[in-house]
């Protein structure tokens, strides 16, 4: 649940993102406007994979990669989005290391023969 709010969070926050690098200007800005906006649109998150917050974390590399070479406001503004999402991730991912240690804790409490009751996150 907290997977696909956050991901819907994230998706939103990109698509108002989108809106906002279109302003940029300077030939390294506007390159690096086109490589962001690019990224924001082809972002997809995807609770299938073993560590959720990695789409996450990956959109935030891919912002910093692509505002390196810009002008300082744009890399500034580039740099503190995706030092938003890095919180983000990590929350996802915590999310799954949650629930797996819940299931853990099950397996155990099977195999000493007890029935352990574990609070889901």
């Known amino acids: 649940m907290l997977q696909t709010v956050t991901g819907g969070i994230v ?4 698509v108002a993102a989108i809106g ?3 302003g940029c200007v300077g030939p390294a800005d506007k390159s690096a406007r086109t490589r962001i ?3 924001l649109k082809s972002y997809s ?3 299938d994979t073993s560590d959720p917050g990695k ?3 990956d959109l935030a590399a891919a912002i910093r990669a692509d505002a390196k070479d810009a002008g300082d406001d744009v890399r500034s503004a580039a740099d503190a989005l995706a030092d938003d999402l890095d919180p ?3 929350a996802m991912s915590a999310q799954t290391s949650a629930t797996t240690m819940s299931s853990h804790a099950r397996q155990l409490g099977s195999a000493c023969g007890t029935s352990m009751s574990v609070p889901e996150f």
């Not at 998706?11 to 990109?14: K, P, R, W």
Request: aromatic content about 6%.
């Open 11 to 14: 998706a939103l926050a990109t």
């Open 55 to 57: 789409p996450v974390r």
């Open 20 to 22: 906002l690098v279109a």
């Open 45 to 47: 998150y995807s609770a």
């Open 88 to 90: 983000v991730a990590d």
């Open 37 to 39: 906006k690019d990224d």
